[in-house]
Nanobody, 123 residues
Framework: QVHLVDSGGGVVQAGGSLRLSCAAS????????IGWFRQAPGNEREFVVA????????LYADSVKGRFTVSRDNAQNTVYLQMNSLKPEDTAVYHC????????????????WGQGTQVTVSS
């Protein structure tokens, strides 16, 4: 069982930045792929980025490439998502998830989820 707590959302103007955090209490945190997904009202959950267990590989959605950066600190059991140059279309609830398989884009492979944190980007 992995308990995830995501945080760091807020309201920001277009062009601004936010940093999200995904913290876990599980000692084997480094064994999991951690992904960030987002969901806007009326839309399906959308893949944003994922990072493998040791942080050596990250995969980004095209829509955020060059603007978002994911990193992880396994000593702190935390994954960070630095979001720069935010756009109104980035507005959504962001969830982090943990997967025990090397699967990044498909949310169905993620077994554990944080509660979500709201990101609102005003124009």
């Amino acid at each position: 069982q992995v308990h995830l707590v995501d945080s760091g959302g807020g309201v920001v103007q277009a062009g601004g930045s936010l940093r999200l955090s995904c913290a876990a209490s599980e000692r084997t945190f480094s064994a999991y792929v951690i992904g960030w997904f987002r969901q806007a009202p009326g839309n399906e959950r959308e893949f944003v980025v994922a990072i493998n267990g040791d942080g050596s590989r990250a995969l980004y959605a095209d829509s955020v490439k060059g603007r978002f950066t994911v990193s992880r600190d396994n000593a702190q059991n935390t994954v960070y998502l630095q979001m720069n140059s935010l756009k109104p279309e980035d507005t959504a609830v962001y969830h982090c998830g943990a997967s025990s398989v090397e699967e990044y884009r498909n949310y169905r492979w993620y077994s554990y989820w944080g509660q979500g944190t709201q990101v609102t980007v005003s124009s």
